[in-house]
């Protein structure tokens, strides 16, 4: 169970167009979904947190109107990279975790990220 | 930025026991620890959690001190397929927000 899954797994894209990436909880709700992003031989990076039915919660130095996130049910959230550059070539993740599962300590469930290159 | 702190590799032989250690000295009272792994170009993977308390499931242990400083995730049987960055992490509740505080983890290479 609590399987979350990514779509595409890989992207390649020209510079200035934009890229939406999915992330859908196959197998439970969540009103609650993560955003990250992961250069190569670095950690996992929070980019935002998205809320089912508001706006989503950016990081410092995150660019709200560069990375759009719609979180338009509990069970998907989409991360659009706009204008995309060279340097957005990243990995991207997101993660959730079950709704039911109220206690804050409740693990997240990651996706399996999706490989974006802008050339 | 991170509050834990672990070895950047280690190595293990196939079939035998992996401890990877894992510093929080500065963890608070209802912090709980979690542990991850990320295999090459896949999200992270959930193992186990742990608030103070010893932990056991199908996967892994988690052996926590008593001051809950540090602790260790033991793989009790390593295979080849468990090599993968490790993380040991804390995490940090902001409002309603649940963040996880990412470091670089411990690359575990199973040999062989």
């Known amino acids: 169970g609590a399987v979350v899954s990514q779509h595409p797994s890989w992207v390649i894209c020209k510079s200035g167009t934009s890229v939406k990436i999915e992330c859908r909880s196959l197998d439970f709700q969540a009103t609650t979904m993560f955003w990250y992003r992961q250069f190569p031989k670095q950690s996992l990076m929070l980019m935002a947190t998205s809320n089912e039915g508001s706006k989503a919660t950016y990081e410092q130095g995150v660019e709200k109107d560069k990375f759009l996130i719609n979180h338009a049910s509990l069970t998907l959230s989409t991360l659009t990279v706009t204008s995309a550059h060279p340097e957005d070539s990243s990995f991207y993740i997101c993660s959730a975790s079950p709704i039911t599962q109220s206690s804050y300590n409740s693990p997240l469930h990651f996706g399996n990220g999706t490989r974006l290159t802008v050339t | 930025d991170a509050k834990t702190t672990q070895p950047p590799s280690m190595d293990c032989a196939e079939g035998r026991a992996a401890n990877l250690p894992c510093n929080h000295s500065?963890?608070?009272?209802?912090?709980?620890v979690y542990w991850y792994r990320q295999i090459h170009s896949q999200g992270p993977q959930y193992i186990i959690h742990?608030?103070?308390?010893?932990e056991t499931n199908e996967m892994a242990s988690l052996i926590i001190t008593e001051d809950r400083k540090s602790s260790t995730l033991i793989l009790p049987h390593a295979t080849l397929r468990d090599t993968a960055v490790y993380y040991c992490?804390?995490?940090?509740?902001?409002?309603?927000?649940?963040?996880?505080?990412w470091g670089l983890g411990t690359s575990l290479a199973v040999n062989p």
């Open positions: 992490i804390v995490r940090v509740y902001a409002g309603n927000n649940r963040k996880l505080i």
């Open positions: 500065t963890i608070s009272g209802n912090e709980y």
């Open positions: 742990g608030l103070k308390n010893n």
